[in-house]
Each structure stands twice: as structure tokens, then as C-alpha cells.
């Protein structure tokens, strides 16, 4: 008669092996250490980003228990620094606004017809020394882009518009695309190649040419991708600092006007958190409301991009 091993007499018998259950068990106690890194990781982030915005509003609002918010969002003088300060937030607001729009001029468009190019017609030798090429442009310091902006790109506008003054809005701005472009054209990339192949032979097999197709049917099917890489290049120039800080110069200038100088939030608070000012004057708090004001700007973005990606993702 054969013999009946062990484990398997254990379990005919109604009993467990000792060793697989501290085999389980050792097993279940990885798996739960592993949970726990991964969730203390995100908490970590979820905790810095509650952080950050408590300490904004908390500085913000000692800061407007003197000075009225109707004051700060209207008056159109940010002299903070001065004897007799003003508190309008809307010439650093418009300097902002004004850079950044430059900026997405340049790196919206360029950003796309590289991402198209790179997609759906170069070859894979091209793209494979491209890619890196980006990638590199997106890695220098924004340091020397300022300094690029300030010693090269402004006198070359000089000599094409001689009223042009030594700091502007527009150089800085021009530069500063230059700089998003590797951010909207990697992610929109991305986005375009995960469009499945078949999308793009059913649209050879209608009759539609490879520019046709590019166009007309794997850019509206990456539209989501193509959204989150637009509103990553809004985020990267609303919140650029060193370009707008050492080519627009740092006075507070209420104008749209491009070719004018201004500085814009990040450079402000460059400026003052390198200053000597007490903590706790109202002087040392301007760089809190003016960052809430910058946070919540971001974040109007953002939510307009997950809303952007939402409704085209449902309409395609």
C-alpha cells in the first residue's frame, strides 16, 4: 500500500501544517508593511500640498485684518515697500498673465506640431535623437534662460523695434516658451502614440491621408492628453520665476501692453523674501496674499483643464 506524505496526511486529518500558516503569515505582514509605505507616501504628499495652503491663508489673513480685500483686489498702485504703501494686487497679477500668455503663444503651437511630427511622421532614428534633445532644452536652468532673454533675445527685438526698453514683458515671455515647449510637446506625444493603431488604419482604409489622419482623427482622440499638457504648460509659466525676474524687470507696471516692463508674483516674492524685512510686519505678509493669489490662479487652471478633459473625453 503507498505511503501518504506528510502534508497531505496533515490535511486528510483535519490538520494544518505549521509552516505554511507561518508562511501566511509572514506574507501578510509584508503585504501590509508594502500598504502602509505606499499610503504613508501618499499621505506625505496630500499632507505638504494641506501644509501649504494653511500657512498661506493663515499669513493671509493677519494680513487682511489690515488691509481691505476690495482694496487689494482693485487698486491698480502695489507699492507694499514704499512710505506710503498701496496693496493692489493687480499689477503683479497683470504681469503674470501678460508673460504667461506670450509664453503659451510660443509653446502651444510650436509644442503640438512637434508632438504631431514626432507621433505621426518622423522616422524612428529622428525621433530617438529629438526626444533627448527636448528633454535636454527642458532641463537648463532657468537662470541662464533669464540671462539668454535679457542678453541676446532683447537686443535682437531692439533692432527690430528700437523703442523696445531693456526690460519687457515680451522677451521674457518669448523665452519663457521656448522653455514650456519640451513640457506640452513630451506630454502631447505620449498622448498621441497611446491612440491605438487600428483608429489610425481605419481612417487609411476611408481613404484619409497620413496628414488627415494626423489631424483629423489621432489629435481629437488624444485631445485628454493634449489638455493635461496644455494646462502643464499654464502651470509652468504662471509660476516661472528667474526668466520674469531678471528679463521684465521687478516693477510693479499695470499694463497689457507686452512691450512694457513689469514683474510679476513669483518675482515679487523673490524679491521681498531676499529683503531684511521683521517677520510678522504687514511688508513680510504681502508674500503670503500674493501667494494665495498665485495658488488659487493655479488652481483655477487646473480645474479648468479636468473640466476641459472631462467634456472632450465624453465628446469623443
Given at each position: 500500500m503507498a505511503s501518504i506524505p506528510a502534508n497531505s496526511a496533515t490535511i486528510a486529518m483535519g490538520k494544518v501544517d505549521p509552516d505554511r500558516l507561518r508562511f501566511k503569515f509572514?506574507?501578510?505582514?509584508?503585504?501590509?508593511?508594502?500598504?502602509?509605505?505606499?499610503?504613508?507616501?501618499?499621505?506625505?504628499?496630500?499632507?505638504?500640498?494641506?501644509?501649504?495652503?494653511?500657512?498661506?491663508?493663515?499669513?493671509?489673513?493677519?494680513?487682511?485684518?489690515?488691509?481691505?480685500?476690495?482694496?487689494?483686489?482693485?487698486?491698480?498702485?502695489?507699492?507694499?515697500?514704499?512710505?506710503?504703501?498701496?496693496?493692489?494686487?493687480?499689477?503683479?497679477?497683470?504681469?503674470?498673465?501678460?508673460?504667461?500668455?506670450?509664453?503659451?503663444?510660443?509653446?502651444?503651437?510650436?509644442?503640438?506640431?512637434?508632438?504631431?511630427?514626432?507621433?505621426?511622421?518622423?522616422?524612428?532614428?529622428?525621433?530617438?535623437?529629438?526626444?533627448?534633445?527636448?528633454?535636454?532644452?527642458?532641463?537648463?536652468?532657468?537662470?541662464?534662460?533669464?540671462?539668454?532673454?535679457?542678453?541676446?533675445?532683447t537686443p535682437l527685438l531692439q533692432k527690430i523695434w528700437p523703442d523696445l526698453p531693456g526690460f519687457s514683458m515680451l522677451s521674457a515671455g518669448l523665452v519663457m516658451g521656448v522653455m514650456i515647449i519640451p513640457y506640452v510637446s513630451s506630454v502631447a506625444e505620449d498622448a498621441m502614440r497611446a491612440v491605438p493603431?487600428?483608429?489610425?488604419?481605419?481612417?487609411?482604409?476611408?481613404?484619409?491621408?497620413?496628414?488627415?489622419?494626423?489631424?483629423?482623427?489621432?489629435?481629437?482622440?488624444?485631445?485628454?492628453?493634449?489638455?493635461?499638457?496644455?494646462?502643464?504648460g499654464i502651470s509652468r509659466a504662471v509660476g516661472e520665476t528667474m526668466i520674469v525676474a531678471v528679463a521684465a524687470g521687478m516693477q510693479p507696471n499695470f499694463t497689457f501692453n507686452p512691450a512694457e516692463p513689469a514683474a510679476t508674483i513669483t518675482a515679487y516674492i523673490v524679491q521681498v523674501a531676499l529683503g531684511d524685512l521683521p517677520h510678522g510686519s504687514i511688508g513680510y505678509q504681502t508674500i503670503f496674499a500674493a501667494g494665495l493669489t498665485l495658488f488659487l490662479l493655479t488652481l483655477f487652471f487646473n480645474v479648468l483643464g479636468h473640466w476641459m478633459r472631462r467634456r472632450y473625453r465624453e465628446a469623443y
Open positions: 509572514s506574507r501578510n505582514i509584508k503585504e501590509r508593511l508594502i500598504e502602509g509605505v505606499l499610503f504613508f507616501a501618499a499621505l506625505v504628499s496630500v499632507l505638504t500640498t494641506l501644509g501649504i495652503v494653511f500657512i498661506l491663508v493663515y499669513e493671509s489673513i493677519a494680513f487682511f485684518r489690515q488691509v481691505s480685500l476690495w482694496l487689494f483686489l482693485t487698486d491698480t498702485m502695489w507699492t507694499p515697500l514704499f512710505s506710503e504703501p498701496r496693496y493692489g494686487i493687480l499689477p503683479l497679477l497683470t504681469g503674470t498673465l501678460v508673460t504667461s500668455g506670450v509664453a503659451l503663444a510660443v509653446a502651444i503651437p510650436i509644442g503640438t506640431i512637434i508632438a504631431i511630427y514626432l507621433s505621426e511622421f518622423a522616422p524612428f532614428s529622428v525621433r530617438e535623437v529629438a526626444k533627448p534633445f527636448l528633454e535636454l532644452l527642458g532641463g537648463v536652468p532657468t537662470i541662464i534662460y533669464g540671462y539668454f532673454a535679457l542678453l541676446f533675445v493603431m487600428a483608429i489610425r488604419e481605419g481612417s487609411y482604409a476611408m481613404g484619409a491621408t497620413r496628414f488627415q489622419t494626423a489631424v483629423r482623427v489621432v489629435t481629437p482622440s488624444a485631445i485628454s492628453g493634449i489638455a493635461a499638457a496644455y494646462i502643464l
